[in-house]
């Protein structure tokens, strides 16, 4: 069993930037796909970015060019760096770790972008 915490969300400008962690309880973070995904009220929930276990990137067309993804296997933990924020940006922002066989999720940091 893993445990995510993720942390860093907030309220911020439009324009502004946030950084997103992901924490993971134990060692097996590094075997797992880390994904960032997010919903606001009343939509599904999306996703946003991937790093694989071996560092391989993929982002949603909204994510491209204005976020990045990344993680530090030695630290358990992931990222979301977000620049350039958007009012459409504004959502809760759940990790994820997948390997396929199991999947696990945090519960979630608020990010709010006020116009």
């Known amino acids: 069993q893993v445990r995510l915490e993720e942390s860093g969300g907030g309220l911020v400008q439009a324009g502004g930037s946030l950084r997103l962690f992901c924490e993971a309880s134990g060692r097996l973070f590094r075997f797992y796909t880390m994904a960032w995904y997010r919903q606001s009220p009343g939509k599904q929930r999306e996703l946003v970015a991937t790093i694989t276990r071996g560092g391989r990137l993929d982002y949603s067309d909204s994510a491209k060019g204005r976020f990045t993804i990344s993680r530090d296997n030695a630290k358990n933990t992931g990222y979301l760096q977000m620049s350039s924020l958007k009012p459409a940006d504004t959502a809760v922002y759940y990790c994820?770790?997948?390997?396929?066989?199991?999947?696990?999720w945090g519960q979630g940091t608020q990010v709010t972008v006020s116009s």
């Open positions: 994820n770790l997948n390997n396929g066989a199991s999947n696990f």
